[in-house]
């Protein structure tokens, strides 16, 4: 049984940074792709970062330079560090993981619960 825990969301101020992390449990954690998800009230699902088990990263446009994806085989943990937070960035962050490299697409078997991002200008 794959059970993914979100934690690390909360309110911030526009500017701010927030570190989320997602720790795997029941999984051959460092053979699989993880990647970040969001999703705002009344819109789609849409991928912020992915990383595979060799740590090649790949990030959304809108978050690249701002948002770094890492993740510590030893803890079965990934994490997104989220720094210049703005207002749009509002939103439920997912984190997801599969055996298969979806990328940025929401098609990842394993989903954690998510964790509340809130940013106010």
């Known amino acids: 049984q794959v059970q993914l825990v979100e934690s690390g969301g909360g309110s911030v101020q526009s500017g701010g940074s927030l570190r989320l992390s997602c720790t795997a449990n029941?999984?051959?954690?460092?053979?699989?792709?993880m990647a970040w998800f969001r999703q705002a009230p009344g819109k789609e699902r849409e991928g912020v970062a992915t990383?595979?088990?060799?740590?090649?990263?790949d990030y959304a446009a809108f978050v690249k330079g701002r948002f770094t994806v890492s993740r510590d085989n030893a803890k079965n943990t990934l994490y997104l560090q989220m720094n210049s937070l703005k207002p749009e960035d509002t939103a439920m962050y997912y984190c997801?993981?599969?055996?298969?490299?979806?990328?940025?697409?929401?098609?990842?078997?394993?989903w954690g619960q998510g964790t509340q991002v809130t940013v106010s200008s």
């Open positions: 997801a993981a599969d055996s298969t490299n979806w990328w940025l697409l929401p098609k990842y078997t394993h």
């Open positions: 029941g999984y051959a954690y460092s053979t699989s792709y």
């Open positions: 990383i595979d088990s060799g740590a090649y990263r």
